[in-house]
């Protein structure tokens, strides 16, 4: 079992940056792949960005990419998310999720993670 607690969100200025962190609870949090999806308003929740549990493999959805970076602390219990030059339509309540995906090739894939935090808001206004 894994609880996951996301924090760092808030409002900020278009071309601002934020740092989000999830810290996760129980010894088994290197095993796991981590990643960060969002939601907008009326929107489906979208694949932002994941990582695999050695931190070795990252990936990006494209609309983020050269802007936003995954990372993690096993030593920590946290995987964190740099954003960037952040935009209006960045604007999303950010989650994230452990799991176990059998691939990369699964990693933008929300249904292959188990376990998911309650969200932080972002808001990027213009």
């Known amino acids: 079992q894994v609880q996951l607690e996301e924090s760092g969100g808030g409002l900020v200025q278009a071309g601002g940056s934020l740092r989000l962190s999830c810290a996760a609870s129980?010894?088994?949090?290197?095993?796991?792949?981590m990643a960060w999806f969002r939601q907008a308003p009326g929107k489906e929740r979208g694949f932002v960005a994941a990582?695999?549990?050695?931190?070795?493999?990252?990936y990006y959805t494209d609309s983020v990419k050269g802007r936003f970076t995954i990372s993690r602390d096993n030593a920590k219990n946290t995987v964190y998310l740099q954003m960037n030059s952040l935009r209006p339509e960045d604007t999303a309540v950010y989650y994230c999720?452990?799991?176990?995906?059998?691939?990369?090739?699964?990693?933008?894939?929300?249904?292959?993670?188990?376990?998911w935090g309650q969200g932080t808001q972002v808001t990027v206004s213009s």
């Open positions: 990582i695999s549990w050695s931190g070795g493999i990252t």
């Open positions: 999720a452990a799991g176990r995906p059998a691939s990369y090739i699964y990693y933008g894939v929300k249904d292959h993670y188990d376990y």
């Open positions: 129980g010894r088994t949090f290197n095993k796991y792949a």
